[in-house]
């Protein structure tokens, strides 16, 4: 009887230490982001401090409506340049180094990674300034305020 007890303590010390030194290894999530936020998939967190700041505005549904409609239409015009990066890039993944294909795929994929930067950035002005368009002017006053702390929505 005394056995079983003491082989049950053992046990659960001894898991107990696995999962300590784990721990120690591999700290929880929670732990491992900044301010302990979780940023995984199925949570959507706005990127860009402008994005940000515009949560601390206080918007009518038609303009959050408006906003994600526009969001929506930015992203469906630049799926079809993400697809085709997303090729040039398993072009270069898949290329043997040393060979034409590989330098061919490097050249490809580089030309291709500038476009896209170019592309996104020239979307990103182009929605700023639509959203921008649809705020009062409060509300303008508001997000300058908001951008100029620095803070852009953050506790």
Known sequence: MRT???AGFLLAAALGSGAAVALAQNPPLAEATPQGHWHGRGEHRPHSAFMRALHTLDLTDSQHQQIRDLVKAQWQSLKPQM????????????AV???AEFSQAQSALAQAQTQAIRTRLQAEVNLRNQIYALLSDPQKA???TALAAGNHGRP
């Open 4 to 6: 079983k007890k003491f």
């Open 83 to 94: 697809q085709a990066l997303r090729e040039q890039r398993r072009a270069f993944d898949q």
């Open 97 to 99: 180094p040393g060979s």
């Open 142 to 144: 508001q997000l300058a």
